[in-house]
């Protein structure tokens, strides 16, 4: 009988809604739950397996082109489509990239969107709870995703996209679908040729370590975003332009022009401010996957920065 307390968070944390049900989903406190991050804190403990497992170009290579397809699944779908809407795509294609980004182990992307949502509504206000000004650095950088709060979705922020059960799916049952990609992936370097010189464990190896290195990259756009670069826009948060972060994240970093006018596929609103985020989705619409791309307008693009405000919440 002791064993059922322990089955049953176990049971929970594959079941995303099990678990949120005993949860508040907007009151209570910012502190971790121990028990949730463990995986969490496994995942980084796993890159040391590198020591053991070596690496090889078979490696190298998957785990270089899970970091580009995830990060799209990202920052194009979780952010651009799921989160603000600034183009329209098909049913499967939604749901073909609800599965990817699912596979960057970043939840879901009903709860995805739904706090990215929160955060434009409250940016760097107390109820912002990723805020570097409101809560500090390190939370808001890696630490209020690991609080029992944040972890139901606001479903009630994103009643657009919860309508579709498959993607309801997605959310509930995102720790599976990771682990189904995981699985992929040490099979795929168990099948591959031997003189390739890899092995199932090297790939999972180095899945992991992809995996950890997109964390960091996407957690900085709500840390670093918000504390290092340029304000061209007077916008109402604390939200940065930096290059170097627009680069790592596929144009994520020009966060202060994003603030400022979210409504657009293009963050980059300059052809110098390179987002490689938006040429993909650029492409994309030249064959008939996406469709009308929200672009900038001038006007917004060009405004005076002493006449500027806030000219969209999200």
């Known amino acids: 009988m002791k064993r059922i307390p322990f089955l049953t968070a176990i049971l929970h944390y594959v079941d995303a809604e099990a678990r949120s049900k005993n949860l508040a989903s907007g009151e209570g406190e910012q502190r971790p739950d121990w028990f949730r ?120 922020l994103i009643p657009d996209f919860a309508k579709f059960p498959e993607l309801r799916f997605l959310d509930r049952f995102d720790l599976l679908i990771s682990f189904l990609i995981g699985a992929a992936v040490f099979f795929l370097g168990v099948l591959l040729p031997a003189e390739l010189g890899t092995s199932g464990m090297q790939m999972l190896v180095w899945f992991f370590i992809s995996t950890v290195v997109l964390y960091h990259f996407t957690y900085t756009i709500n840390s670093l975003a918000h504390v290092i670069g340029t304000r061209r826009y007077q916008t109402t948060d604390t939200s940065r332009n930096n290059v170097v972060l627009a680069l790592i994240t596929f144009g994520e970093g020009w966060h202060n022009n994003h603030h400022y006018y979210p409504n657009t596929a293009r963050q980059g609103f300059y052809w110098w401010e390179i987002d490689l985020t938006y040429y993909i989705i650029v492409l994309l619409s030249w064959v008939g996957l996406v469709w009308d791309v929200k672009p900038v307008p001038a006007e917004i693009r060009d405004s005076k920065p002493d006449n500027v405000a806030n000219i969209a919440a999200g």
């Open 37 to 156: 991050i463990s995986p969490y804190i496994g995942i980084h403990l796993m890159c040391l397996g590198v020591i053991w497992v070596g690496w090889s170009w078979a490696a190298l290579g998957v785990a270089g082109f899970l970091y580009v397809l995830r990060t799209f699944a990202i920052t194009g779908f979780y952010h651009r489509y799921f989160s603000h809407r600034t183009f329209k795509t098909s049913r499967w294609f939604q749901f073909l990239f609800g599965v990817i980004g699912t596979g960057a182990i970043q939840r879901g992307p009903l709860w995805w969107a739904a706090h990215h949502r929160h955060h434009h509504a409250h940016s760097d206000q107390p109820e912002d709870v990723h805020s570097p000004v409101q809560h500090g650095f390190l939370w808001s950088h890696m630490g209020w995703f690991t609080a029992p709060v944040n972890f139901p979705t606001k479903l009630k």
